[in-house]
């Protein structure tokens, strides 16, 4: 076990931030906090790390009590924050080799680790840079970089890739599934359901300071009613015939605006067939028919009854 949290409960004055949070990472895992914001990802992170006081709880990490004074424990923990945290007088190199040099005390190691981490984020080309001179993405490269450059064991990411391009967004996720092939569990809370599901191989959806939903992704979408979404671009459907389509076996809910027929389905393997001779029989025109698995979302919206985005 990595990490293992039982009963945490953080309170801000009134307002209950962690709510009986229960959590186990074991190694190897890419383990999603997924969660709306404000559900309290960032609390449990700090908690985790002994960087926030809780009122009640027990945390364990590397299965050893977690204290603010375990360094032996941090020193194996790297923590890549929401906020970019490094030092603006400080070009690339020389902010991931301080952050390096704060773990390691061989200077040529620290030399090699550093040129290692920076290739590792693909910022070879920009070493002696200032961070003011960096891109968003380029900036949160380098913010990873400078978290894992001392070859954590344990390396927690709070939502790295909010506000950053495309490309960057895929650097990172890719470098995430690296550092993990090489050896490193991970936590990782987003509120990005797609990065979740792409990378995590152990999700906890979180919501209001309690784990509502924990498994692998398909055990996740496997607790949900809903089984299939299909979408039918379909003409002048008439109020019977949408009836009758609700009323066909295995169909959860329809709903019909501008030409698009919405279902959503139960498991089952004929779903489709089954309304496409319907709808041939009553001959209604229909176009592009696009049938999806459900998403986390679905999963989010079903226990909580709302979306996982504002
Ligand atoms: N220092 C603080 N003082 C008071 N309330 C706080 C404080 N920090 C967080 N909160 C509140 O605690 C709750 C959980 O916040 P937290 O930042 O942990 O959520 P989050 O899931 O990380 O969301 P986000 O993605 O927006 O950071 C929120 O209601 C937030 O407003």
Redesign the pocket.
């Known amino acids: 076990m990595i990490v293992k949290v039982e009963g945490l409960v953080k309170r801000?004055d009134k307002?209950v931030?962690l709510d009986y949070l229960d959590l186990e990472v074991k190694e190897g895992e890419i383990f999603g906090l997924l969660?709306p914001?404000?559900?309290?990802?960032?609390?449990a992170i700090n908690c985790i790390l002994s960087l926030l006081k809780y009122d009640k709880g027990t945390i364990e990490v590397f299965d050893k009590p977690m204290g603010p004074d375990e360094y032996k424990l941090k020193k194996d923990i790297g923590l890549i924050m929401?906020n970019v945290a490094v030092f603006d007088e400080l070009t690339v190199y020389e902010n991931i080799s301080y952050f390096c040099s704060l773990y390691i005390k061989d200077k040529k190691e620290v030399k090699r680790l550093t040129e290692e981490a920076i290739e590792f984020v693909s910022l070879d080309d920009y070493k002696k840079f200032y961070p003011k001179k960096l891109s968003g993405g380029l900036l949160r490269r380098l913010n990873i970089a400078c978290g894992i450059v001392h070859k954590p064991k344990l390396i927690i990411l709070d939502?790295p890739t909010v506000a950053v391009d495309p490309q960057s967004r895929n650097k990172i996720l890719e470098g995430i599934k690296k550092l993990n092939e090489d050896g490193a569990t991970i936590i990782y809370?987003s509120?990005y359901m797609e990065e979740v599901e792409q990378i995590c191989s152990k999700i906890a959806i979180i919501d209001k300071g309690k784990v509502i939903a924990q498994g692998t992704k398909d055990e996740l979408k496997s607790m949900i009613s809903v089984g299939e979404k299909i979408t039918i671009e379909a003409y002048q459907v008439n109020d019977l015939q949408l009836n009758t389509i609700k009323n066909l076996p295995n169909i959860y809910s329809v709903e019909y605006r501008e030409n698009q027929l919405e279902i959503k389905t139960g498991r089952g393997n004929n779903n489709l067939v089954t309304i496409l001779e319907y709808m041939a029989e009553q001959k209604i025109s229909f176009g592009r028919v696009i049938t999806e698995l459900p998403t986390l979302n679905d999963v989010f919206l079903e226990i909580t009854g709302k979306e996982l985005r504002d």
């Open positions: 801000y307002l931030a969660g914001n404000g559900s309290g990802k960032t609390t929401q939502e809370t509120h």
